[in-house]
């Protein structure tokens, strides 16, 4: 587990990064819906993480609802890959484990 920075980062085993542009000047350029949908996201978003992720799966999916759900996929896999690290094997948000491998 990474040590935390101070501010709202969360607890979370995923990259973080420098912010180099005004984040809030950033977020406040994000369509209106994704600023809805980060405003309940589980992990900490960077506006301009989440503004790529949007772009993909709005090129995939063609509608702005369908590719918020696709975010919701997304971000819930990224859940899944970092409960282990931040909780613990034992944890609900971890996949359970496959017969033949034993947890680390």
Do not use: F, I
Not at 39 to 57: F, M, N, Q
Not at 67 to 94: I, K, Y
């Amino acid at each position: 587990m990474t040590q935390t920075p101070p501010g709202n980062s969360g607890d979370t085993s995923l990259r973080r990064r420098r912010h180099r542009a005004d984040p809030m000047r950033a977020y406040d350029n994000l369509p209106r819906e994704l600023r809805r949908w980060l405003a309940s996201a589980v992990l900490p978003w960077g506006a301009k993480s989440a503004r790529r992720a949007y772009d993909r799966a709005l090129a995939r999916t063609g509608t702005p609802q369908l590719a918020l759900r696709e975010l919701d996929a997304l971000q819930q896999r990224l859940v899944t890959r970092d409960a282990h690290q931040v909780w613990g094997p034992g944890h609900p948000g971890c996949p359970p484990a496959r017969a033949g491998h034993r947890a680390s």
